[in-house]
């Protein structure tokens, strides 16, 4: 593997304040919108930095994506983090079981703002905290469930890929088991499902071999790794580019690492926030990277060396 490259892009912050920015998706219109993990709400920021709320989600809005009907589909948490302040850094912090409400797969209205429970469980089962999202172009969607770390407990869970249809008629676990898994995206071709496990600090990749089926692997297959991060780095969201390299959120090496499709280049884009969470790509080239930064309350943008790939009803 070639050493990591390290770039120090010129950022350009679009809006601050806001209380733990997640799931963007930039617009047509140039806005972006986000969720407010700790504000509890889906909000769109202009491109001159205003914002306005575009629905109350109470619980733990995460990941966000456009489906085919227009709506927002949000994956929701259920508030199985605590928000912790250190000086003027905001940091998700430990499961509280008072406060959590149970996971959910929602559907937002883009218009009213209505908020609908679209998935609370699979095979009776129930979603304990689904993280990140990203729809497939064929009527449905991935998404990961993050677990839940119950440090009080001392557990933690081990959970699954997931993928259901976004009319509601059905969701089924495409993999299991897998620790902290957080962004989840596909490749240009969407041939391949690529996932991001926070704690173990790795990216995973599996052929897709019909809507919602990955195909089988075996044991020990080092193969289904693209990539695992030296060091203390924990992986969060991802986004794919047009040249299919994975573009994976990092916190504690706070910016966005890319990783070539065959994992053997990496930049690492630095940000300067420990606790940088997303990125998706807009502008009219589509090579305008749109980051949160979560820990400072920032979203941000800078110019991205290859064109980012546009999602799927976008």
Known sequence: MSAIVELTPDLTEITSGLRFPEGPIAMPDGSVILVEMFADRLTRVHPDGSTETVAEIPGGPNGAAVGPDGAFYV???GGSFTPVEL???MVPGGFARERYTGGRIQRVDP???TVTD?????????LRSPNDIVMDGHGGFWFTDHGI?????????????YYARADGSGIA???FPVDSPNGIGLSPDMTTLYWAETYTGRVYRRAVTAPGELAPVVPLDPSVVLYGAPGLQLFDSLAVDCEGWVCVATIANGGITAISPDGMQVEHHATGDLVTTNICFGGDDMRTAYVTCSGTGRLV???????GMRPAHQ
Not at 118 to 126: A, F, I, K, M, V
Not at 301 to 307: A, D, I, Y
């Open 75 to 77: 994956c929701n948490n």
């Open 87 to 89: 000086g003027d850094l």
């Open 111 to 113: 218009h009213g703002g």
């Open 118 to 126: 679209l998935y609370t469980e699979c095979d009776g089962r129930p």
């Open 149 to 161: 770390r119950d440090t009080h407990q001392r557990t933690a869970d081990l959970t699954g890929i």
């Open 173 to 175: 676990e495409a993999a």
């Open 301 to 307: 943008s800078f110019p991205w060396p290859r064109q």
